[in-house]
């Protein structure tokens, strides 16, 4: 079963609105991480923002933040005014208990308009 | 991404050739990582270090060695190429095993090609 899932393969959004991209998670460790990168054409993985399954708040990263809803096991990521510079893959991630590893989604392929 | 350096960014082999992936760090951190990322599948742990002088398998470490030389470095061989192989290889490094809120930080990755 896949642990990270990411069901929109991709999004269009016009520049300056905000944009949700969806991931659910399935883990039975009640500790875990999340986390969310973003890939530009370039190729390169740049780490968003990050979701620690025990903060109280919804992480945020100046226009990122991180709908985290614990009991529907999801944590989508909201980019609020969107730039053209905004378009790329976007990847979800999760670290299960205290292990390193990290497992990620199949990605979103966000594409801003003007 | 001047932290993590991989080396070569590009390269081709032929079905049965060995080759060697280099990682460099020089961000003092104590974990390295090593994934391929696929056409559709995200990315996919093959190996990662812990510290210095440790190596465990990630989910595919078939057809892989990994050498952790020193703090710094961190390469992944493969001893007889596949075409099954043909991906994009990323390095990535934390600065610290078991920190539960650090990100990973990744080498802009080596497109490898195997015919």
């Known amino acids: 079963a896949q642990k990270i899932t990411q069901t929109q393969p991709g999004m269009f959004v016009q520049e300056k609105e905000a944009v949700t991209l969806d991931c659910t998670y399935d883990t039975s460790d009640p500790s875990y991480g999340l986390f969310w990168y973003k890939q530009p054409s370039s190729g390169e993985m740049i780490f968003l923002i990050y979701q620690g399954s025990y903060d109280q708040q919804n992480a945020t990263e100046g226009r990122y933040s991180l709908n985290f809803q614990k009991a529907r096991k999801s944590a989508n990521l909201v980019i609020s005014a969107s730039q053209l510079g905004d378009s790329a893959m976007y990847f979800c991630a999760m670290r299960e208990g205290f292990t390193d590893k990290l497992i990620f989604g199949t990605g979103t392929r966000l594409q801003v308009f003007p | ?115």
């Open chain 2, 1 to 115: 991404n001047a932290g993590v350096t991989q080396t070569p960014k590009f390269q081709v082999l032929k079905t049965g050739q060995s080759m060697t992936l280099q990682c460099a760090q020089d961000m003092n951190h104590n974990s390295m990582y090593w994934y391929r990322q696929d056409p559709g599948m995200g990315l996919r742990l093959i190996y990662y270090s812990a510290s210095e002088g440790t190596t465990d398998k990630g989910e595919v470490p078939n057809g892989y060695n990994v050498s952790r030389l020193n703090k710094r470095e961190f390469s992944l061989r493969l001893e007889s190429a596949a075409p099954s192989q043909t991906s994009v290889y990323f390095c990535a490094t934390k600065g610290q095993a078991g920190y539960s809120n650090q990100p990973q930080h990744f080498g802009d990755g080596t497109r490898l090609s195997i015919l």
